[in-house]
């Protein structure tokens, strides 16, 4: 009696154990392809919300998705955090990030940010460089996992109506920073269609880059022949994000533009 008994409770909590496990996975699965948003405003370099703004220091405000957050990089410095180790290296001045990359995040949500939060508009006057990774979420959400470059085209209007208005919120903030927009790149290189949603890409990249020309501080820092090349190399376990060496790339590459 005992024993059976005790091979019931076993079962029971077996079960309990597996339903656990599936609620977890799903989740993580949930958070990966649809993150939620939860914003991080301090980099993992040791930036401080209260660092005084002297000519012996720099400050970047980092604006955007979870490009900007770092998701995917396992050292948790993101391309903000590897740009910041490089401007320290090369001006040999103290170096601040406010990031505010959130994961999720289409134009639209950050747009609201500027239009409503005036600390994030405080961090955008302050600043001496501000970043912006933005759009990849307004392209590439989808509620399945099949990617159709046909369909997402069609989301290409609105959101770059959106882009061209946070532009214009940021430069009249603050016109005498310097802008630098991270160009999307192809996250689908091993798909079937991948040369079609690197088409997607690429009209993207050309419609945020009339804006830009708009605007003498702002650049455009291409991304996408980094991921080109053995693209899978430098992207996430997720299939989407970049992983560490890839954030590192796009740190270096935004560095060098800065040069």
């Known amino acids: 009696m005992k024993t059976r008994t005790a091979w019931r409770m076993f079962g029971v909590f077996s079960l309990f154990s597996v339903v656990v496990l ?17 914003s991080w405003k301090t980099d993992r370099t040791g930036e401080s919300s209260g660092t005084p703004k002297t000519s012996h220091n720099l400050q970047i405000t980092a604006l ?20 910041r180790s490089r401007l320290a290296e090369n001006t040999k ?30 961090q955008v006057q302050q600043a001496d460089i501000i970043t912006l990774s933005i759009g990849g979420n307004d392209l590439f959400y989808t509620q399945s996992d099949e990617v159709k470059p046909d369909v997402i085209r069609t989301r290409i209007p609105t959101a770059l109506t959106n882009y061209k208005a946070i532009i214009s919120i940021v430069n009249e903030l603050n016109p005498k920073a310097k802008l630098l927009y991270v160009g999307l790149y192809n996250p689908f290189p091993d798909l079937p269609n991948a040369k079609e ?60 533009v800065l040069k």
């Open 22 to 38: 599936a609620v977890g996975l799903t989740l993580g699965i949930r958070d990966v392809i649809h993150p939620a948003p939860v």
């Open 64 to 83: 955007g998705d979870s490009l900007t957050r770092g998701t995917g990089d396992e050292s948790g410095f993101g391309y903000a955090g590897n740009l």
């Open 93 to 122: 001045k103290d170096v601040y990030v406010y990031n505010n990359g959130v994961n999720g995040y289409k134009a639209s949500n950050l747009l609201k940010d500027l239009q409503t939060k005036p600390d994030i508009r405080r």
């Open 197 to 256: 949603s690197a088409k997607v890409v690429q009209q993207w990249n050309n419609g945020v880059t009339q804006v830009l020309y708009e605007h003498p501080q702002a650049i455009f820092v291409p991304t996408d022949d980094l991921f080109r090349s053995d693209g899978m190399k430098y992207i996430s376990s997720d299939h989407f994000h970049p992983n560490q060496a890839g954030y590192k790339r796009i740190g270096d590459r935004m560095a060098e």
